[in-house]
């Protein structure tokens, strides 16, 4: 009897946001982000909404007060995306940040991650 798949957690769309936005590892803020929510085995499907929003708001505010480090605004949307679309976690880096950008900023990111955007190559 086939079983269904095991829920995606929070900690697991926060190790894949901190791969997309940084994958060669360079970036100690996003391994900072990643590591805010390394223990955060709950189903990311179940906090959706508030609940998530609110602990995603809490890591970027935390390591990103100003909202001025691309990779941390960027990390932080991906997570919102994917806990919402889960299916997709494994879809390419260009698209997933283009997907998270438009979903996050309605097309429309604030110019610091627009320009970072651009320099990864992604058009939103």
Known sequence: MPTEPEPVTLAQ???RA???VDPDDENADVGEFAQLLEDA???ARALLEEPLDERIAEVVRR???EQEVPQ???AG???RYLAHKTQQTGDDR???LRLAARAEFHGDPPPVVADWLVDQGVVV
């Open 63 to 65: 390591i990103d007060p």
């Open 18 to 20: 901190a791969e997309i």
């Open 77 to 79: 949307a991906i997570v």
């Open 13 to 15: 769309l926060a190790r």
């Open 94 to 96: 260009e698209a997933l």
């Open 41 to 43: 085995d709950e189903p």
């Open 72 to 74: 941390i605004v960027m």
